[in-house]
């Protein structure tokens, strides 16, 4: 895969990644990191079942009150049952006044997922003030910022805001482990832009990025997006599309067109995975933990974030973290729905012939003119480049004016539902 790309030097004029802080007991962390969590996880799970889990968690804190690990990994069971609690108990993390930049990220992520994005946001701001030398810093910022733009919330100044962090990032000389993180930056920045226009604003490209960066047939209708918060570390994406194709770095094209960004093995990521016009279907997203050059000392494991953003006249934005803890170990994410059904296609090829696939039942059938050729059909491969088709029994050629980039597309989703209906 590639691995051990070697470490540039940090640029920029700002200085260090940390703050030190309160001291902490470096031993006493390490037994999170070998797995001390499963002691405390358990009991509270009893104690949950039994009802007096504040009391456990209580003379349980007495003993673990200097741990960031201890705080998160509770924060991260009591979410389950209790939001507001959770939250709070979060944010003893920011009461030990350690200010690292890895903790910070964590606790910024995982307010997000509570529901407390403006905690979690100002969090991720204090990252940025710690750690300016990390274009991590301030795609977190954005990626914030943009939840209230990709839902009901919108603030102009807060598009302004996000797309002023995001050109910070496309147009600074980052260390060569950040190499490529430009262009999942200009899709974010794209995408943001495309937010501004729906609301009437022509105004939001900025004027520090260059115009030939801008794509006027730039369309994104999924954007998966993974990053991390530990240093020298290599989280893979992995995207399992409807079909059940997967899309990861060793395959990272796929036939309806998903794209696979950069394969990171050092930094925070991102990896991120493009589908300008996602067929309906399911999308499973996972990650898989391959490495990491840096212990995770303070909180006891490297958290996956996930943003799942969908372009278009109705944007969205789904937000998840998990904590990944034990090395190459592929975890399931988070799940993309995306609606909308093929039930039937149709085109002329050169021989003047209507042919028409159509999906009855959990079969997709064959009709040429009107009769009925082949029920059930297998297989229905479209060369491009040779404008041609096949399927089971025979082949054909395309009209020129057929788009077979369409066509392609219509055809997976047409399998792809019909192989989820006989599954189910």
């Known amino acids: 895969k590639g691995k051990g790309k070697s470490k540039g030097k940090d640029s920029g004029k700002h200085g260090g990644g940390s703050i030190a802080g309160n001291a902490y007991d470096a031993k006493d962390c390490a037994g999170y990191v070998q797995g001390k969590e499963h002691v405390y996880l358990k009991m509270l799970r009893e104690a949950f079942g039994n009802g007096t889990w504040r009391q456990v968690y209580a003379e349980l804190r007495s003993s673990n009150a200097s741990s960031p690990s201890f705080f998160l990994y509770t924060a991260g069971l009591v979410l389950e049952h209790d939001a507001e609690a959770a939250s709070r108990i979060c944010t003893n993390c920011l009461e030990i006044n350690i200010q690292d930049v ?37 795609l977190d910022g954005a990626l914030a910022r943009a939840i209230g733009l990709f839902g009901d919330q919108f603030c102009e100044q807060t598009l302004r805001e996000a797309v002023n962090l995001v050109a910070v990032v496309v147009t600074h000389a980052w260390a060569d482990r950040f190499s490529e993180v430009e262009w999942p930056a200009l899709v974010l920045l794209h995408m943001l832009e495309e937010v501004g226009q729906r609301h ?100 006891g494991a490297t958290s996956a974030v996930i943003w799942a953003l969908r372009g278009g006249e109705r944007p969205e934005l789904k937000f998840d973290t998990i904590r990944l803890d034990r090395n190459k170990e592929m975890m399931d994410v988070m799940s993309i729905a995306v609606e909308g ?41 479209i060369d491009a480049k040779a404008r041609s088709y096949a399927d089971e029994t025979g082949s054909g050629s395309f009209h020129q004016e057929e788009d077979l980039s369409r066509l392609r597309r219509l055809v997976y989703q047409l399998f792809a539902a019909a192989r989820h209906d006989a599954a189910a």
Do not use: C
């Open 341 to 381: 059904e093929t039930s039937v296609l149709e085109f002329t090829d050169t021989d003047g012939d209507i042919v028409r696939l159509a999906r009855e039942g959990t079969s997709v059938n064959e009709y040429v003119n009107g009769k009925l050729e082949i029920r059930g059909l297998q297989r229905f491969y």
């Open 200 to 299: 009437g604003l022509q105004d939001v490209w900025p004027e520090s990025v260059s115009p030939e960066m801008r794509s006027h047939e730039f369309g994104a209708g999924l954007v998966v997006w993974l990053s991390w918060d530990t240093d020298k570390t290599d989280i893979d994406l992995h995207v399992l599309e409807p079909s059940g194709n997967e899309v990861y770095y060793s395959n990272k094209h796929s036939v309806i067109g998903g794209h696979l960004s950069k394969d990171f093995t050092q930094g925070y990521g991102p990896e991120v995975y493009l589908l300008k016009e996602p067929p309906a279907g399911t999308y499973r997203v996972r990650a898989k933990y391959y490495a990491s050059h840096q212990e995770s000392s303070l909180t």
């Open 102 to 138: 890895q903790m910070l990220r964590s606790v910024g992520y995982f307010l997000i997922k509570a529901g407390r994005a403006s905690l979690g946001l100002a969090a991720l701001d204090r990252v940025r003030e710690l750690s300016p030398v990390e274009p991590q810093s301030f």
